[in-house]
């Protein structure tokens, strides 16, 4: 160990699952953790298959170097590298062979000059096979003669961390004070190894010094706190930008350490360790009078403006959704140690890298459908724009213009930036932006019966129903912001925050288009609670600066609710508990395009009914000589649901205009009666006699929402109709999700039990879409008077 360190351990661990950093990224976060005042590093990602799964394995000659060179990084910026090593999920403790291939792998180790190490039994079964449990009194007996074992056998290195099974207050059996678990580690382990806790959780709100004075009697000597505050490998829609905060400074004189095993995106990391250094610092220093010590929000404010120069600097990631290296801050070319032979995490809630999907964005033509599949490949940013120019390049002048990247790149504003650290700031609470829209929806949603549909009666004072709008209008602001974030991030200069960063901002935006859709819908059209269909049940309430999983009823991990400020958002919807409906994957081309979905108004007939046109003479692949009128498209494809509900038209628009739209029926058998009293005869006039020729066209218009064309025994479970019609120039497919999820919002808020679809049995990818999003085949053509299959799904 070097000379002058400090001998309170701080700084990080690199132990969540999931991919694991790129070399470059590590050298990085020495520089940050040198800058901060960090002084240890301890190398042990789950994912890396040398570490755990495969520990018995030395590493090959590339390995070594390159772990060595790792090392040899950290000591240069004064940093101790401890080495961990996690056999627990199948050693024989008592099999002398095992021992002698793990003192084999740590002697290489130590060889590349290595002298701090670390031993891990986490999360592991406490079962024993009949070897050990012949050889051994208990499971932690075998776990601690073990790590004396390699203690002794590295010659009593001054750092040698032991993390046990039970490893926080919530996993010791029955309690910390009475665990015999816990009791034999601390009488039996020598006392120069260090033992790791996490607090009473796994991922702890807050610690404190009488928790971790019991736990300090047990073990017998200060504990090392493995913090998971900011770690996110268990939800893959949610990441954790907020400071440093619930751990006073004062707890030093309690602990051996602290390391933060922080977000699986490395660029989110910034504010964390950046504030983690300064409550390090504020612990060392002595106070004197009335001196402040550690201040979360002066720490904060710090650490935004530092973010605020990085996310300034042009940085590029060296591969899209791989571990990012930087070829600003070094030039070293070599992947990472671990991506060697690493491995994806086995969960699929903590990847990013989703199978490929495909989105629709029309049902005219093949041209309306768009991939938003994850590139297999390694993708620049530069690759991304070259893509981009090449298919607009062979577009018309407005499909370049709607499907272009926004050019100019341009760093985040301050104002953005504490924005996209509120929304994302910490597990157990929300910042206070995500507080604000919080609690604006839930208000909203509790309050809707004031502007339902006979809500402005005598029940219901004038006063009450403004204050209604007032506080949408703030929530809608406010959802203004956040999609005017996304386009600021996909536009910004720095490219490797981009990249780590955009799936959390691009999932909430699309969340919000959905809420924000909904909102605007309520007014005048939500159902009271005297309406002979009822209205939108009540599900879930929390709102505020707790989370979702903590107004459960008890003091829960943070996993127990996933999805963070989206899934909260969601589960405010009437179909918040169908997450088909909301988990999507990034698409490849991110598009820092402005979308809004908002209700249908007359002035939009023309722009619509263009739209159809305009996709069913790309279905035909030319102008259709026969269709005259500039009107019928639009009046057979849309033109009964506008005149007769129109209440359940959204449309789709971009800076551009219209570029989309879902109509829906509530009930479509009432829908067909008014259709044929009113709706038919009106077409008859309008289209009073066709040439000769036309009979089956005349004949599509007219057999629109027959009442015979759907069996009772499907109304009876689906009563509600719905078609989807967008542009094919959308480069981000998800909009047109959000759309049919925002129309199903409406639906099921005035109690639908189930909505279906009709489509063409050749649309394989129209087919494939509505099933991702959770329709079933319910009704095939054979079984009706026209060909065609229906789709369902229950709301």
């Not at 039996?188 to 971790?212: E, H, N, Y």
């Not at 619509?608 to 005259?628: C, E, F, N, P, W």
């Not at 497919?733 to 279906?756: D, E, M, P, Y």
Request: glycine residues 8%; contains cysteine; charged residues 25%.
């Amino acid at each position: 160990m070097m000379e002058g360190r400090d001998d309170f351990l701080c700084g990080v661990v690199e132990g969540f699952y999931g991919r694991p950093w790129s070399m470059e990224q590590r050298k990085v976060l020495f520089q940050w953790m040198q800058r901060w005042g960090l002084n240890t590093y301890l190398y042990g990602p789950k994912d890396d298959l040398k570490h755990r799964l495969l520990w018995r394995e030395v590493y090959s000659a590339e390995e070594e170097a390159q772990l060595k060179a790792l090392i040899g990084e950290a000591e240069s910026r004064a940093l101790r590298f401890v080495y961990a090593i996690s056999p627990g999920q199948d050693i024989v403790f008592s099999s002398s062979c095992d021992l002698t291939l793990l003192k084999r792998k740590l002697r290489q180790v130590a060889e590349l000059g290595c002298h701090a190490f670390a031993l891990l039994f986490d999360d592991i079964d406490h079962s024993m096979c009949q070897a050990d449990r012949e050889g051994f009194s208990s499971f932690a007996h075998a776990q601690v003669t073990v790590a004396n074992e390699i203690f002794r056998f590295l010659g009593n290195p001054p750092v040698f961390l032991f993390c046990p099974t039970e490893y926080c207050s919530s996993l010791c059996t029955p309690s910390v004070s009475k665990s015999p678990y816990l009791l034999t580690i601390g009488e039996d382990l020598l006392p120069g190894i260090s033992i790791i806790w996490t607090g009473k959780k796994v991922i702890s709100r807050d610690l404190c010094a009488d928790s971790l004075a019991e736990v300090q009697s047990v073990i017998r000597r200060p504990p090392l706190v493995w913090d998971n505050l900011h770690a996110n490998d268990y939800d893959s829609r949610r990441v954790f930008l907020g400071p440093f905060k619930g751990r006073p400074p004062g707890l030093r004189a309690h602990l051996r350490g602290l390391l933060l095993n922080p977000n699986c995106e490395f660029e989110a990391n910034f504010i964390p360790l950046h504030t983690l250094g300064s409550w390090h610092k504020e612990g060392k220093e002595e106070r004197k009078g009335d001196e402040e010590g550690y201040g979360v929000e002066r720490a904060l404010s710090v650490a935004l403006q530092d973010w605020m120069k990085e996310l300034s600097l042009p940085l590029q990631p060296e591969m899209y959704r791989l571990p990012l290296g930087r070829q600003v801050r070094s030039t070293d070319p070599k992947p990472s140690l671990s991506s060697v032979k690493s491995k994806s995490s086995d969960s699929s809630d903590n990847q990013h890298e989703a199978k490929p999907k495909t989105s629709i964005t029309s049902s005219r033509s093949s041209g309306a459908l768009a991939s938003d599949e994850i590139p297999a490949d390694p993708v620049t940013d530069q690759d991304l724009e070259a893509g981009e120019n090449q298919v607009s390049r062979s577009s018309s002048h407005e499909k370049t213009s709607r499907r272009g990247l926004c050019s100019g790149r341009a760093p985040l504003s301050e104002a953005q930036i504490r924005l996209l650290v509120g929304l994302y700031y910490l597990p157990h609470e929300h910042g206070p932006p995500a507080q604000s829209l919080m609690q604006d929806l839930a208000w909203l949603k509790a309050n809707c019966h004031c502007v339902s549909v006979n809500g402005n009666g005598k029940k219901t004072p004038q006063q009450k129903a403004e204050e209604w709008r007032g506080r949408a209008g703030r929530f809608l602001a406010a959802c203004d912001d956040v999609a005017l974030l996304h386009s600021a991030m996909v536009n910004s200069i720095n490219r490797a925050v981009l990249y780590d960063l955009y799936p959390y901002i691009w999932d909430l935006r699309n969340t919000l288009l959905v809420a924000k859709a909904f909102i605007c819908w309520l007014e005048g059209r939500i159902m009271s609670e005297s309406s002979q269909l009822g209205s939108w049940k009540n599900c879930f309430h929390w709102c505020g600066a707790s989370s979702g999983a903590e107004l459960l009823g008890m003091e829960a991990e943070p996993w127990v609710f996933k999805g963070g400020l989206s899934g909260e958002v969601q589960m405010l919807m009437p179909v918040g508990t169908s997450r088909e409906l909301f988990s999507h994957p990034p698409p490849l081309f991110p598009t820092c395009r402005l979308y809004n979905i908002r209700p249908f108004q007359q002035k939009d007939k023309v722009a619509l009914y263009r739209m159809v046109h305009q996709l069913y003479q790309m279905g035909k692949g030319s102008q259709d000589a026969t269709i005259s009128h500039p009107d019928f498209i639009g009046d057979r494809c849309l033109g009964a649901s506008l005149a007769l509900c129109p209440e359940y038209s959204l449309v789709l628009e971009d800076e551009l205009g219209v570029c989309g739209c879902a109509v829906g029926i509530l009930d479509v058998r009432s829908f067909a009666k008014r259709c044929q009293a009113t709706w038919l005869p009106a077409m008859r006039d309008k289209y009073p006699s066709l040439p000769r020729g036309h009979a089956a066209t005349k004949e599509a218009l007219l057999y629109c929402h027959d009442e015979q064309d759907y069996p009772d025994s499907q109304l009876y479970h689906f009563p509600s109709q719905l078609k989807l019609e967008a542009l094919p120039e959308l480069v981000d497919c998800s909009v047109s999700r959000s759309l049919i999820t925002a129309l199903l919002t409406a639906l099921k808020a005035n109690s639908s039990q189930g909505v279906f679809c009709e489509v063409q049995p050749t649309d394989g990818s129209r087919i494939e879409f509505l099933t991702k999003l959770g329709f079933l085949e319910i009704l095939r053509g054979e079984a009706r008077p026209r060909e065609g299959v229906v789709l369902g799904r229950l709301l």
